[in-house]
Nanobody, 114 residues
Framework: QVQLVESGGGLVQAGGSLRLSCAAS????????MGWYRQAPGKQRELVAT???????NYADSVKGRFTISREKAKNTVYLQMNSLKPEDTAVYYC????????WGQGTQVTVSS
């Protein structure tokens, strides 16, 4: 059974940084794509960043230049380095991984205070 476990969320002041990690367990295959989504209170879940097995990345316009996604394929782990955080980045961040189907983590809270 595949499980995605996120870590690294927390409370940070505006302008600060956080690094999220997502480790996949229970899989014998490499995911085609891994990424991060977020959901703020009262809003729909939205894409933050994704990275393919070839290393191609995609970012939401709102985080370009501030967030960096990276991946350790051998460990089936994906990271999200978040710099210059803003209060509007406050959300629950979810890890997503895709092979023949999609998998989701349980989410980790990121709160940015002004």
């Amino acid at each position: 059974q595949v499980q995605l476990v996120e870590s690294g969320g927390g409370l940070v002041q505006a302008g600060g940084s956080l690094r999220l990690s997502c480790a996949a367990s229970g899989s014998t295959f490499m995911f085609n794509r891994m990424g991060w989504y977020r959901q703020a209170p009262g809003k729909q879940r939205e894409l933050v960043a994704t990275i393919t097995s070839d290393g191609n990345t995609n970012y939401a316009d709102s985080v370009k230049g501030r967030f960096t996604i990276s991946r350790e394929k051998a460990k089936n782990t994906v990271y999200l380095q978040m710099n210059s955080l803003k209060p509007e980045d406050t959300a629950v961040y979810y890890c997503n991984a895709i092979h023949t189907r999609g998998y989701w983590g349980q989410g980790t809270q990121v709160t940015v205070s002004s």
